[in-house]
């Protein structure tokens, strides 16, 4: 398999703050990533796809301007939550794409707005 | 859009029997994934078929290609209660992106 983690497992903040999440590769190098967004009893729903060195593609629906995705290194993908509200609060996954074929998944954060 | 139906949505069952879970799609798929999912953590891959028909085993786990292009199932044998958790498969069609089943949750019963 492949290990990617992210940073933090979960994280508690108030409505109206920023919240950053990293992901990272720790065995291989991803140009690829992306960001998943899990409600409770759900499927993954994915958010965006981050490539190295561009910018982030956003799925419909996912407002590019509250969710700053960041992937500056082939090992890095950053994901911010901007004004965070109660509705912003869910489990966020990364994962990293390996060759063209197979994503690994980070371990997810726990977001709660307050 | 592409869409999975993964099936049954849960799954009760003694220590030791064999389970059978699977995917269907609307469209024709190049790669089938299977991951589990625990509780409060991400999917672990289980297993990756990269070509129709192509039929793979990881331990007690069994998952095949459907030679359509447009199914897959995954058996687990002799189950234990460490099997417990949610199976997702997903499916990439012509893009990187990976389309995902709704899961199936596995309750093994000791």
């Known amino acids: 398999g492949a290990v990617v983690s992210q940073h933090p497992s979960r994280v508690i903040c108030k409505s109206g703050t920023s919240v950053k999440i990293e992901c990272r590769s720790l065995?291989?190098?991803?140009?690829?990533m992306f960001w998943y967004r899990q409600f409770p009893k759900q499927s993954l729903m994915l958010m965006a796809t981050?490539?190295?060195?561009?910018?982030?593609?956003?799925e419909q629906g996912v407002e590019k301007d509250k969710f700053l995705i960041n992937h500056a290194s082939l090992t890095l993908s950053t994901l911010t939550v901007t004004s965070a509200h109660p509705e912003d609060s869910s489990f966020y996954i990364c994962?990293?794409?390996?060759?063209?074929?197979?994503?690994?998944f980070g371990p997810g954060t726990r977001l709660l707005v307050l | 859009g592409q869409q999975l139906n993964q099936s049954p949505q849960s799954m009760f069952i003694q220590e030791g029997e064999d389970v059978s879970m699977n995917c269907t799609s609307s469209?024709?798929?190049?790669?089938w994934l299977w991951y589990k999912q625990d509780p409060g953590e991400g999917p672990v891959l289980l297993i990756a078929?990269?070509?129709?028909?192509e039929l793979t085993s990881n331990g007690r786990l069994t998952a095949q290609f459907g030679i359509t292009r447009k199914d897959s199932f995954l058996n687990i044998s002799a189950s234990i209660p460490s099997d417990v958790g949610i199976y997702f498969c997903?499916?990439?069609?012509?893009?990187?992106?990976?389309?995902f089943g709704k899961g199936t949750k596995l309750t093994v019963n000791p």
């Open positions: 994962s990293s794409l390996k060759g063209k074929e197979t994503q690994y």
């Open positions: 065995d291989f190098q991803a140009t690829t």
């Open positions: 981050s490539n190295e060195g561009s910018k982030a593609t956003y």
């Open positions: 469209s024709i798929f190049n790669t």
């Open positions: 078929l990269y070509k129709a028909g």
């Open positions: 997903a499916g990439r069609g012509g893009s990187e992106k990976l389309v």
